[in-house]
């Protein structure tokens, strides 16, 4: 399996991101991976490896790319000069075949017009959705988009979202009949904004559909199959925890702001509980013992492990990383992605969505 990285979008340097591509391909003995960036940066950090992790070098390709997507350049800047760049060079690789997917953990505004422009979209959809996995109860996890895409939305898209989101948990979770909510200040139906309640309607009557010649045919909005999928309603913002739906809708400023608040309270309650034991004798005597809870519950709840962002709705595979994240969440974005090319998710995206 070959990917595409693109080297230069992470905060903290191209160091970080060849770090987790090295880990990657360290990892999955099926793995390769065609780094994209400035040729004097790629040798650079590939000689500056870890000794553990040298050994990487030989399944990494260095692909030169002689410009950078600043993480200030506008999705405009990005599209009229940013062909040379990294990130463009990377979606290029998958747009003709090269690649099966590409990561990146780039100007995110930019990353997504170059991916429209560069992979398409599937018939119907305008825009990609970016939507991630977050830790749910007994062990589970809940979708949630839009991450930040897509700020503006008509309700017609957030229907979309709904489809594209219970699509994407049924192919790579291989749940039957996924659960999807609409997130909303409150359960009441007079809750929430025009577009949310008009959302709620028409996602009501898709799922309340009636027979016409053998296929199902919603009464007013657009024609497509019976969904795969329960809608259950509105949700707030702590039932997306609880383990009760799949897949949470939402516009892109609402969920970025839930995600990057939820990622911030998490880490500040691990380091709270951390500090509790390490604050009195009997606490450190306590956490001896209870130190293997303590690792495993750290590591279910570590954002890192979450790190990965799919963009929905393209003909290819796109992950978006946090920019900030340490080289080994990036390697948990690149594991999604090649979850995502296991699981042939365009193609089983494209089917589900061509029944509607």
């Given at each position: 399996m070959r990917l595409a990285i693109d080297v230069m979008g992470g905060d903290q340097g191209p160091g970080v991101i060849v770090q987790g591509a090295a880990q990657a391909v360290l990892a999955h003995a099926e793995l390769e991976l065609d780094l994209f960036g400035p040729r004097?940066?790629?040798d650079a950090e590939i000689s500056r490896l870890p000794?553990?992790?040298?050994?990487?070098a030989s399944r990494l390709k260095l692909c030169d790319a002689p410009s950078v997507v600043r993480q200030d350049a506008t999705a405009?800047?990005?599209l009229r000069r940013g062909q040379q760049s990294s990130?463009?060079?990377m979606l290029r690789s998958v747009a003709e075949g090269r690649a099966a997917a590409g990561v990146s953990a780039g100007n995110t505004a930019a990353l997504v017009a170059l991916s429209r422009r560069e992979l398409g979209m599937l018939a119907g959809m305008s825009r990609p959705a970016i939507s991630t996995?977050?830790?749910a109860r007994a062990g589970g996890r809940c979708y949630l988009l839009d991450l930040g895409a897509n700020i503006d939305l008509p309700a017609e898209r957030l229907v979309d979202f709904a489809f594209l989101g219970a699509a994407m948990v049924a192919c790579v979770d291989g749940v039957g009949r996924p659960r999807v909510a609409l997130l909303n200040v409150g359960a009441e139906a007079t809750k929430g904004n025009v577009c949310v309640r008009e959302a709620d309607r028409l996602l009501r009557k898709a799922v309340a559909c009636e027979a016409v010649s053998g296929k199902w045919r919603e009464i007013d909005y657009p024609a497509f199959e019976r969904p795969d999928f329960d809608y259950v309603g509105y949700v707030e913002g702590g039932d997306i925890f609880s383990g009760g739906v799949d897949v949470v809708v939402c516009d892109g400023f609402v969920g970025n702001a839930v995600l990057k608040s939820s990622e911030g309270l998490t880490r500040m309650l691990v380091e709270r509980v951390q500090m509790a034991f390490e604050s009195t004798l009997g606490g450190r005597l306590a956490s001896l013992l209870a130190r293997p809870v303590l690792k495993r519950l750290k590591q279910e709840l570590d954002p890192v492990r979450y790190n990965g962002a799919s963009l929905l709705g393209l003909k290819g595979i796109v992950v978006k990383s946090h920019g900030s994240t340490p080289a080994v969440g990036f390697y948990y974005a690149i594991r999604r992605a090649m979850r995502e090319v296991e699981q042939n998710l365009p193609a089983r995206m494209a089917a589900s969505w061509s029944r509607r």
């Open positions: 004097q940066h790629l000794q553990p992790l040298a050994a990487a405009a800047w990005a990130m463009c060079a996995a977050l830790p």
